[in-house]
């Protein structure tokens, strides 16, 4: 079964502080992903990545960065956090296969709040 | 780029009636329809995924049903049961991108 760990469930922290907030799987997958998920919104892409070193950009990447230095974690970076950061961030993996698209495998997500 | 709307954002039924939940998508290049189950403070998880070139897919109780020409897609759940009672979240994955665009969900609530 896939597990995809992410380090914290909570998280506070305070306004211009850097966060690191870590993600881990253990099924060799290559692409992971992050999203944050707000009420009404659903989820939303910030960054994935499809190898080691690699990133790309999702749909709301602004005030984040990422780091893929090891093919099994995936590190998501609020270089100055801001109280619109405020959310639940969700990490997710899957296989690469080709062209063909298999299914994402989320972690429980960690809600962080910034004061 | 690719948009992906979803119907109802609540829906409330009574135990061992049947739930339909809609999402309609833009992109027409889109192939992977992915549902995903939440419930309250745990991690989504797929319950049952289409790809384009099949129409109908059932599971048990669960079915997705995906019209390419109209581009939509449904999941169907008969006999519901309390355990149902959950957040939805539909998905397709843009055909350019070949990321995963999420509906903003439906909370199912099955009444007892």
């Known amino acids: 079964d896939v597990k995809v760990t992410q380090s914290s469930r909570y998280l506070v922290k305070r306004t211009g502080e850097k966060v690191f907030l870590e993600c881990v799987q253990d099924m060799d997958h290559e692409n992971m992903f992050w ?6 919104l659903g989820l939303r892409l910030i960054y994935f990545s499809y190898d080691v070193k690699m990133k790309e950009k999702g749909d709301i990447p602004e005030g984040y ?3 893929r230095e090891k093919k099994e974690r995936f590190s998501l970076i609020l270089e100055s956090a801001s109280t ?3 959310s639940m961030y ?3 993996s899957s296989l690469r296969t080709g062209r063909v698209n298999q299914p994402q495998h989320f972690g429980d997500g960690t809600r962080l709040s910034i004061l | 780029g690719e948009n992906v709307e979803q119907h109802p954002s609540t829906l409330s039924v009574q135990e061992g009636d049947s739930a339909v939940i809609k999402c309609t998508y833009s992109d ?5 329809f992915p549902w995903y189950k939440q419930e309250l403070g745990k991690r989504p998880q797929l319950i049952i995924d289409i790809r384009s070139n099949v129409g109908e897919k059932k599971d048990q109780r669960i ?4 019209n390419k020409t109209a581009k939509h897609f449904s999941l169907h759940i008969t006999e519901t049961q309390p355990e149902d009672s959950a ?3 539909c998905a397709a994955v843009g055909g350019a991108t070949n990321k995963l665009i999420f509906g903003t969900g439906t909370l199912l609530a099955v009444q007892p």
């Open chain 1, 35 to 40: 999203y944050r998920q707000d009420p009404g």
């Open chain 2, 87 to 89: 957040v939805y979240f």
């Open chain 1, 65 to 67: 960065s990422v780091s």
């Open chain 2, 63 to 66: 079915a997705v049903t995906l």
């Open chain 2, 28 to 32: 027409s290049a889109s192939n992977y």
């Open chain 1, 90 to 92: 969700l990490c997710a």
């Open chain 1, 84 to 86: 619109n950061q405020t």
